[in-house]
Each structure stands twice: as C-alpha cells, then as structure tokens.
C-alpha cells in the first residue's frame, strides 16, 4: 500500500505543477515577452487547468478512499 500512497502523492504534485507551469506560461507571455492576450494563452490555461483539476479531484478521492480503507482494516 505504501507505493500506491507515494503514486497518488507524485500524481497530486504532478497536477499542482502543471497548474503553476500554466500560470508561468501566461505570465511570460504576458509581461516577460510583452505579447498581447492570444488563443494560446487562454488554450494553455483552459485546457491544462480542466485537466489537472480532473485529475487532481480523482486523485484526491482515491487517496481519501485508500485512508478510510485503512481506517476501517485496523
């Protein structure tokens, strides 16, 4: 159980880093670059943003079943 626990936590942190990495993405384009608001920037977020959040309620819920699991096996 301790490697699917390792899994799930990786997986969480894999979304939050995709999430930050959507983020960075717009504001390099926005400021850094001095670029104006195109279809890349609000595809970037909207998609990685959906995705990661999806992703990340699964992992979530899994890793909330997987401790109750336990709770209950004890």
């Not at 880093?17 to 993405?25: I, L, P, W």
């Not at 670029?35 to 998609?47: E, K, T």
Request: positive net charge; contains cysteine.
């Amino acid at each position: 159980m301790d490697r699917k626990k390792r899994t799930l936590r990786y997986g969480i942190i894999a979304c939050m880093a995709a999430m930050v990495g959507a983020v960075a993405y717009a504001f390099v384009r926005l400021y850094v670059m001095n670029m104006r608001v195109d279809l890349s920037v609000f595809a970037v977020n909207i998609v990685v943003f959906m995705i990661s959040a999806g992703v990340l309620v699964y992992l979530m819920w899994k890793q909330k079943e997987m401790e109750e699991e336990e709770f209950f096996r004890d």
